[in-house]
C-alpha cells in the first residue's frame, strides 16, 4: 500500500516541482517586464513633461520678445510724429523741395492774396486777413492735399505688393530679393519707397531701420502693420509667409471697410456740402442780381467784420460736420 502510495505521489511532486521552477522563471521575467515597462511609462511621461516645459518657456519668450519689440515700435514711432518736420511733411507729399522753397512760395501766396483783396476795393483788415489766410492756410491745405492722394494711391497697390513678396518666400527667394521685385515692378509710390529700402541696405543701412523710415514717409496703418510683423519676424523668429499672408488679408478688408464706410457716409457728406455752399452761393447770386444789396459788407468797416465773423462761424460749422462725418479705424 505504501509502495502504490509512493508511486502515486512521485509523480504529482514531479508535476508540481517543474511547475514550480517554471512559474519561477516565467514570472520574473513577466515581472520584471511590467516593471521595465513601468520604467518606460514614467520615463516618457517625463520626457513628455520636460518637452511640454521646454514648449510652454519657448512660447513664453517668444511673447516676451514680441512685447517688447512691440513696445519699442510704439516708442520709437511716438518720438517720430511728436517730432515731425516740415521736410517730412514735404517728403510724405511726394514733393523734392526744401521747406525754404516753401517758405517762399508761402509768401508769395500771401503777397498776391494781400494785393488782390486791397485793389478790388475791400477794407485792409479783409486784406490782411485774406493774406495770411493765402500765406499760411493754402500752402498748408495743399501740401496736406497732396500728402492724402500720395496715401490713397499707395494704399491701392500696398496690398499686391505684399502678394508679390508672399509669392517670393513660399518660392525660396530671401525676403530682400523679395523687397528688390517689388521696387522694381511695383509704380509708384509703392515701388520708390520699396526702392528707397533696398537701396539704404546696400549702403549698411538695416532692414529695420529702412521699414521705420519708410513708416516715416508713408504713416499710414497699413504700413506700420507690416513693419511690426517684418520686426517680429526678424526677431523671434516664424513663418513669414504665413503672417505676410495674414497681412494681406486684413488689408483687403480693410480697404473693404473704408469703401462701405465712404458709402454710408456720402448722403452725410453731400448734404454737409450743400449746407456749407449756401451761404457762399446766395450771397453770390445776391451780388450778381442786387450788387447795392450786399456791397455794404464790403464797403463799411462793420460789414467787414460781419463777413469775418460769418467766415469764422462757417468754418468751425464745417470743422464739427468734417469730425462727424469722418470715421477712424
Known amino acids: 500500500m ?14 508540481v516541482t517543474v511547475a514550480g521552477v517554471g512559474y519561477a522563471f516565467v514570472g520574473t521575467s513577466n515581472t520584471n517586464a511590467v516593471a521595465k515597462k513601468r520604467f518606460q511609462n514614467i520615463k516618457q511621461g517625463t520626457a513628455a513633461s520636460t518637452r ?25 514711432q511716438k518720438e517720430e510724429r511728436a517730432r515731425i518736420s516740415l521736410r517730412t511733411r514735404i517728403e510724405q507729399a511726394g514733393l523734392k523741395f526744401s521747406p525754404l522753397v516753401f517758405w517762399l512760395g508761402s509768401g508769395a501766396f500771401g503777397i498776391i492774396g494781400y494785393f488782390s483783396l486791397a485793389m478790388s476795393g475791400l477794407h485792409w483788415t479783409v486784406a490782411i486777413a485774406g493774406a495770411l489766410a493765402a500765406a499760411f492756410g493754402l ?87 507690416f513693419v511690426i510683423v517684418l520686426a517680429i519676424q526678424q526677431k523671434s523668429g516664424g513663418n513669414l509667409s504665413e503672417a505676410l499672408g495674414n497681412l494681406s488679408n486684413v488689408l483687403r478688408e480693410r480697404k473693404l471697410m473704408r469703401g462701405k464706410i465712404q458709402a454710408m457716409s456720402s448722403e452725410a457728406k453731400a448734404s454737409a456740402g450743400i449746407i456749407g455752399s449756401l451761404p457762399p452761393g446766395v450771397m453770390a447770386l445776391i451780388y450778381v442780381s442786387t450788387p447795392s444789396y450786399i456791397t455794404v459788407l464790403f464797403n463799411e468797416q462793420i460789414g467787414n467784420i460781419i463777413l469775418i465773423a460769418g467766415a469764422c462761424w462757417m468754418a468751425l460749422g464745417i470743422l464739427v460736420m468734417k469730425k462727424m462725418i469722418n470715421f477712424d479705424f
Open 139 to 225: 500752402p498748408r491745405w495743399l501740401l496736406g492735399y497732396l500728402r492724402t492722394r500720395r496715401q490713397k494711391v499707395f494704399l491701392l497697390e500696398f496690398a499686391n505688393a505684399l502678394d508679390v513678396i508672399v509669392r517670393g518666400v513660399k518660392a525660396g527667394l530671401p525676403l530682400s530679393e523679395c523687397l528688390n521685385i517689388v521696387a522694381r515692378e511695383s509704380p509708384d509710390p509703392v515701388g520708390g519707397e520699396f526702392r528707397r529700402v533696398v537701396e539704404g541696405a546696400r549702403v549698411g543701412v538695416t532692414l529695420e531701420e529702412g521699414l521705420m523710415g519708410m513708416y516715416e514717409r508713408m504713416p499710414v496703418p497699413e504700413v506700420n502693420f
Open 2 to 15: 505504501s509502495s502504490t502510495v509512493i508511486l502515486i505521489l512521485l509523480p504529482i511532486l514531479a508535476l
Open 52 to 76: 511640454e516645459s521646454n514648449a510652454q518657456q519657448k512660447e513664453r519668450d517668444r511673447r516676451k520678445t514680441v512685447q517688447k519689440t512691440l513696445k519699442e515700435l510704439e516708442e520709437r
